[in-house]
C-alpha cells in the first residue's frame, strides 16, 4: 500500500517515539506540522485501512514474571483450521503463523509464573491434533522490534500495587481523544503528571520496552516474512547475533534451546518485499559469519498477531 509521506514519518513516529505524555497526539502533530484533529484522523485511517492493528505498550512478559516459549507442531492441512481457532482463543498466544516446513505451525506461548507451562502445550497440542508438537525457550535475547539486548535473559521486577494498576490500565487499544492517559489517571484517582512519571520508569526499568504502534508489516510493502534458523557453535552465537541484530530487516534475534526434533539455535526474524530479499539477507549473513547450516521459514499465513494481555 502506497503512504504519503506524512502518512509514512507519522507511522515511524507512533510506532518508535509515542509521547508518553498529557497530549500526546498534539505532541505528534506539532512534530509534523499538523493539528491534533489531523493527527487523529490520519491515525484513525491508518486503523481502517488494517495499517495500525493497536497503539499500546510492549510489556517485557519476563521482566513481568511470565514465562514464554515459541512452539512449533506438526499440524496435517485437515486440522489446521482448527487450530487456528485454538490459538487465536488462547490470551497466551500472541503470534502465531502456518510456514512452509514439515512443522507447519508456529506460535508463542506466555503463561503467568504459577502456570504448569508443559502442561498446557500438552493440552494444546491433544486439543489440535498434532502429530508432533515441542518447545524452544530462550536461552539469549538479543533483538526484540527496535530494543537490542546484550545477549541476556530479563529478570522479574518487583511492581508495586500502582504499577500494576497502571499496567492493567494502559493495555487496551488507546483511545483517539486528546488526553487519553489524563482519563486513565482520572479512572485510578491518580493526577495525570504522577500516571506518566510512573510510566516513564517503566520504561526506564525496562518493564515496558515502547508504548506505541502494533504495525500490520504486509500492509506496508513488507510482504515476506521469514524465520531463520542457524546451526551456530558456542562461540559464534554471539558474533553472529550482534551482525544480525544490527539489521533493519531484522526484527527479532535470539538464542534458543535445541532439542531431538530441531537442531537449530540461532533465530532471526526477517522481513522483506519479496522472499528473494529475505533469501539474500540471509545468504549474506551466512557468508560473513560462516555458518552454512541454516533454514529459512516462510510464512504462508499469519494466524495471530495481537500482544498478548498481562493482567497484573
Not at 489446521?80 to 505451525?105: C, D, M, Q, T
Not at 486513565?184 to 493526577?191: G, S, T, V
Amino acid at each position: 500500500m502506497n503512504l504519503s509521506s506524512l502518512e509514512a514519518r507519522l507511522l515511524d513516529l507512533i510506532q518508535a517515539e509515542f509521547p508518553l505524555s498529557v497530549e500526546p497526539y498534539a505532541d505528534l502533530g506539532q512534530r509534523l506540522g499538523i493539528s491534533q484533529d489531523e493527527v487523529m484522523e490520519h491515525i484513525r485511517r491508518l486503523k481502517a485501512k488494517g495499517i495500525v492493528r493497536e497503539i499500546g505498550p510492549v510489556l517485557d512478559s519476563r521482566r513481568l514474571g511470565y514465562q514464554t516459549t515459541l512452539v512449533a507442531m506438526k499440524v496435517s492441512q485437515d486440522y489446521l483450521e482448527k487450530a487456528a481457532k485454538i490459538i487465536n482463543e488462547h490470551p497466551g498466544v500472541s503470534h502465531g503463523y502456518e510456514r512452509e516446513h514439515r512443522f507447519n505451525l508456529w506460535f508463542t506461548l506466555s503463561l503467568p509464573p504459577q502456570a504448569d507451562l508443559k502442561a498446557e502445550l500438552g493440552r494444546l497440542s491433544q486439543a489440535i491434533g498434532a502429530e508432533t508438537a515441542f518447545s524452544l525457550p530462550v536461552l539469549k535475547q538479543f533483538k526484540i522490534g527496535t530494543h537490542l539486548g546484550g545477549g541476556g535473559l530479563p529478570q522479574p521486577v518487583r511492581l508495586s500495587a500502582t504499577e500494576r494498576l497502571i499496567i492493567n490500565e494502559l493495555q487496551p487499544d488507546l483511545p483517539l481523544v486528546s488526553a487519553p492517559f489524563g482519563e486513565m489517571a482520572a479512572r485510578l484517582n491518580m493526577d495525570v503528571a504522577s500516571f506518566l512519571a510512573h510510566c516513564q520508569s517503566l520504561v526506564e526499568r525496562g518493564v515496558m520496552r515502547r508504548f506505541g504502534a502494533s504495525v500490520n508489516h504486509r500492509e506496508v510493502g513488507l510482504k515476506a516474512n521469514a524465520m531463520a534458523c542457524w546451526v551456530a557453535p558456542p562461540q559464534m552465537v554471539d558474533v553472529a547475533a550482534q551482525k544480525l541484530a544490527q539489521l533493519s530487516e531484522v526484527s527479532h534475534c535470539y538464542e534458543r534451546k535445541t532439542n531431538p526434533l530441531w537442531r537449530y539455535n540461532l533465530f532471526a526474524m526477517i522481513h522483506g518485499h519479496s522472499r528473494e530479499t529475505c533469501r539474500e539477507i540471509a545468504d549474506r549473513v551466512s557468508r560473513q559469519t560462516g555458518l552454512k547450516d541454516y533454514v529459512l521459514l516462510f510464512s504462508t499465513r499469519e494466524l495471530k498477531k495481537k500482544r498478548v494481555k498481562y493482567w497484573l
